[in-house]
């Protein structure tokens, strides 16, 4: 979608529902993407680069740890504003939300919620300004949907903790200052900070994505990591305090895609309405208008989901099973729209001319961290039914 | 230091204008309005001498309420006060904007005043020259550097093919051009911080205005391409049309 001409998509007056501080915020964060990621993206997606210096022009905007309380460095803004934050971003690339998820969600809030009160002062301001990158290692080789089951360990010694074992899939783990870790201690989950240039821990970059380009993703590597024992999370315990943080940032893509979503529509919308075949604009004919109309239905419903869930988020009566529900629904729809709408370019589709195909394989990735599709069905099948069906 | 930016509220360079039904303005309807981005340079240029040295910054706007929204604009990027001329009613021109901004600027008597070295809407370049004349001030326009030191400025402007160096003393006019400085992507908190945040109101001063539109046209719709296919056979025919039809030789 040419960067001047993008409007959003606002089919049912959404807009009125806004305050004008979130509309301000989502304009202002459209700008920054629309000047500084659109003429970019395609390029460091290509050659496979995280465009890292647009980190600190995004910490002077505030777009790390926007609702985390001011003292700590944050905004204290509310959800919504952390929501379309992230639609905004990931209009961009999902590589670039990716980082301010990371960010905001899987660093600063388990700091934030977990943390001693040194812990928080120390690293939240420095996270908010990006002085300090963070990342967030759970999964691992062979323990992905069932993190339950990881391997990874901390064995309490003299001063502090000894940690071995791996994890992958570990998004911004290279450049990352610090990591939070989880890592079974006397056979419990709990989360540990361990810093970049501890000895024993290294952070090799993955090689090979055809999805997710522009955003690093990394093995961490524990071989008798000491750590000093200021460097647990205290108030961490169990499995819950690592599915709480998947909640944080699952409500951040179930935003996101919805952006992702609606830059795809609105780019097949123009590219349809111009381009002439058979003597007519091929937006005249009408599969390709049930395309469309389901495209703008499905991002219409995705988007009030979003709303009424951040109005649940900032209201406290938001459950796991709620943001579950619109993490698959807006991964789901964002998938088939961007797949119908590479279709509907016919071979431009596949150009990087388009941000289409970009699109559609970062959304694979989108759809299956931080919970996959078929997870998210179970914890909401488990939620309506009471009967688990994991194993 | 006392600074002062006049700033205007356009409307967005992606507007598809349409002439309204009296003919003499644009139809607003469906129009975005954003703070002229020229004025976002010199927004930009006296938020910096502010975090620089500490000087009191103000951003100036003459129109309707809706011109607020350039005042909110200039605060979300660091402007500290704000000052609305309300207009008498919509119709005004360059000279009756210059007039009240001059009025009220030397009323406030900053130091250093900015403006954008024109706005997209009208394209006049009019208004900060009619301020300095009115103020008896220096101006320096197109301006893409600037040091301030404590009496003088020392600004570089465009000109045709290369550069010129002005010094000026102060209290001085400049005219931002692109590339004078980065503007800023408005932090969230101030962002936030910017709504509740009071305009002064001012009345209006000066309603005259020196000149009227008589009509307001859009430019004659491009007529069609016309292709002659007969090869290196057409070449007479082509001169023909381009004498007869075209008038172009
Ligand atoms: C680009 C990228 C970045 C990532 N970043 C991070 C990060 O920063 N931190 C982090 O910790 N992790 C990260 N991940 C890992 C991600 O969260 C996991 O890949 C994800 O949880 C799935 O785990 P898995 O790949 O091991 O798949 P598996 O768990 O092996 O699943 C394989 C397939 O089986 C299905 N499946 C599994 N169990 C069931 C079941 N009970 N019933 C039905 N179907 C089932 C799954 O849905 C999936 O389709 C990232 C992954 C990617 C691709």
Redesign the pocket.
Known sequence: MSKENYKGVDYYLLDELFTEDEKAIRDTVRDFVNNEVLPIIEKYNQDMKFPIQLVPLMAEMGLFGPNIPEQYGGMGANNIVYGLIMQELERGDSGIR?FAS?QTS?VMYPIFTFGSEEQKQYWLPKLASAEKIG?????EPD?????GGMITKAEEVDGGYLINGA???????TIADVAVVWAKLNGKVKGFLVEKGTQGFSAPEMKG?L??RA?V?SELVFEDCFIPKENILPNSGGLKSPLMCLTQARYGIAWGTVGLAMECYSTVLEYTKSRIQFGKPVAQFQITQEKLAYMVTEITKAQLLCYRLGQLKDGGTMRPQHVSMAKRNSCEIAKNIASMAREMLGANGILDEYPIMRHLNNIE?VK????????QT?ILGEDVTGLP??? | MKIAVCVSLVPDSTTKVKIGSSGKSIDENGVTFILNPYDEYAVEEAVQLKEKSGAETYAISFGSDRSKEAIKKAYQMGIEKGILIKANSDDYDSYTVAKNLADALNELKPDLIFFGKQSIDFDGMAIPGMVATLLNLPFVNVVTKLDVNRNEVTAEREIEGGKEIIVSALPAIIGAQKGLNNPRYPNLKSIMASKSKPIEEKNSTYSGNKTEVISMNLPPAKGKGKILENGAESAAELVKLLRDEAKII
Do not use: R
Request: glycine share 10%.
């Open positions: 990716s990371v899987l990342c967030f290692g759970l999964t323990f992905g949907s069932n993190p994890k992958m899939w570990i998004t911004n783990g994505k999805s997710l955003s993703t990735s299956t961290y931080e919970g996959t599709h078929e997870m179970l069906a994991f194993q």
